[in-house]
Structure formats: structure tokens, C-alpha cells
């Protein structure tokens, strides 16, 4: 099935304290081995990837072994480096250089330190924040609780802005704001898993962060990007193609 979307062609075969509770059956949702599947939230059409971090590896990635960046998942599919690989999709905000804007922590190694500053954009509507993995959990933290807390985290990756902070929307979105565009992000719910989702259609902030927060049961969740949002489900046998070219890459390699 081929659709064409705005900055994307997709190639498909589509087979805190006073944070509210997590619904029970929003929580039954978000449990379950890894893989990527397809669900309709509030009339909107979005394919969600769980990976299990007790069979799964997340790994960050920019440049191969060239020393150029990717700049795309097809190139960055067909290559070496993405032996193992069930599912990859663009890991935050980057300059046109390609470089990441905030925290990249590859490998264990921090790449790029952490941004703090004020500017314009997404990625300093703040609270901002950090997705990371620290031994065989992942976390979702604001910007300065990551700081406060300092994991020893062996990936990161910093964006923004934050989606759902301890269960709560981030406090600079409305409801339904007027700004549509194709989103992905990332969420976590029980710390052993990672939720990534990617809007199959254009969605306003409110609706991306209602879907993680109401029907992924996640209490902290991280937007990546829009428009360039891409996504290789292996499972789905999807990859999408972004006529801009994106910069960090995350990945979910089978053990």
C-alpha cells in the first residue's frame, strides 16, 4: 500500500503525586511482548511500537560507518550497522548539520551535552526532556529532573517538548490546538518496556500527548519531531521515507 502524506512518502503493507491514576485497561494495553501494531485513538490513526527491554537492546545512532550521517531510515536500514534491527524511527530535534540538538549519549558515551538554554522552536518549549535507558530500564524525565537525578544512562536522547509529565499534559498545550502535523514520541509506563508512537496522520500536541497518557498508560512520554516523523517497523514491513533528511535514529535490536 503506498500513501503520500505531507514531507513523507510511506511505504507500507499494513498487515508524580497528583497525576491521575493510570486506567487499568490503558495499562493492559501497554503490557505485552515487543512488536508494533496499529490503533485508532480519538478518530486518529497511529502505529505504536512496545519494546521490551528484557529482549530487546535500544541503540542511538547517526553516522555510519563513512562517518556521514544517515540522514534517512532507508539508507540507515540498508546498511551494516542495522543487523538485528525490528524497529527504528528519528530519535529528537537535530541542526542542518544533522547534528543533535540536546543530550546524545551513545554507547555509553555523551556525544552532546545537555541543553539547557532558552530559544525558539519545539525543542525549548519548555518543560523539555530526556528519554534514556539506564542498565535494563527506560525512563522519561523533565529536562532539570534529569539533571537533579543524574542516571547513569548508556543512551539518551534530549528533545521537547515534553508530552506528559507525571501524568499530567503539558501545560502549554490546549486541548485541540490549531498546529496538525504528523508526530512521533516515545513513552514509558512500567520502566522495562519503551512505547513509541507515530501519528499516521496530522494531530494537534493535545491529541498525541491525551494518546499516550489515556491510551498507553504512560505517565512521562517525549516528543521526537514532526513532519520528518518516520518509522521501519520490520514486523509491519514499513519504512517511510522522508523527503527531509533526519538526524539521530533510535533502534530496537533483537537480542
Not at 529532573?145 to 539518551?156: D, E, F, G
Amino acid at each position: 500500500m503506498r500513501m503520500i502524506r505531507r514531507g513523507l512518502i510511506l511505504l507500507a503493507a499494513l498487515a508524580g503525586a497528583f497525576a491521575p491514576a493510570v486506567p487499568p485497561a490503558a495499562a493492559q494495553k501497554a503490557a505485552g511482548t515487543s512488536g508494533c501494531r496499529v490503533l485508532v485513538h480519538e478518530e486518529a490513526r497511529y502505529t505504536i511500537c512496545r519494546v521490551d527491554l528484557r529482549t530487546h537492546d535500544l541503540k542511538l545512532f547517526l553516522k555510519g560507518p563513512d562517518g556521514e550521517a544517515f540522514g534517512s531510515l532507508t539508507r540507515f536500514v540498508g546498511s551494516p550497522m542495522a543487523r538485528g534491527v525490528t524497529m527504528a524511527m528519528n530519535a529528537g530535534m537535530y541542526h542542518e548539520n544533522l547534528a543533535p540538538v540536546g543530550l546524545f549519549i551513545q554507547d555509553g558515551r555523551e556525544l552532546q551535552r545537555l541543553n539547557r538554554a532558552r530559544g525558539p522552536g519545539n525543542f525549548h518549549l519548555k518543560p523539555n526532556g530526556v528519554f534514556f535507558v539506564e542498565g535494563s530500564r527506560a525512563g522519561v524525565l523533565e529536562t532539570d529532573a534529569y539533571v537533579k537525578r543524574r542516571p547513569k544512562a548508556t543512551l539518551a536522547t534530549q528533545s521537547g517538548p515534553m508530552l506528559v509529565i507525571d501524568g499530567r499534559i503539558h501545560p502549554r498545550f490546549s486541548d485541540e490546538g490549531p498546529s496538525k502535523k504528523y508526530r512521533n514520541g516515545v513513552g514509558v509506563s512500567d520502566g522495562r518496556s519503551a512505547v513509541f508512537a507515530i501519528s499516521d496522520e496530522p494531530v494537534s500536541f493535545g491529541a498525541f500527548a491525551r494518546l499516550f497518557r489515556d491510551e498507553l498508560g504512560c505517565r512521562n512520554a517525549l516528543f521526537l519531531d514532526g513532519s520528518v516523523s518516520s518509522l521501519h517497523a520490520a514486523d509491519l514491513n514499513r519504512t517511510d521515507i522522508s523527503l527531509k533528511p533526519i538526524g539521530p535514529i533510535i533502534a530496537a535490536v533483537k537480542r
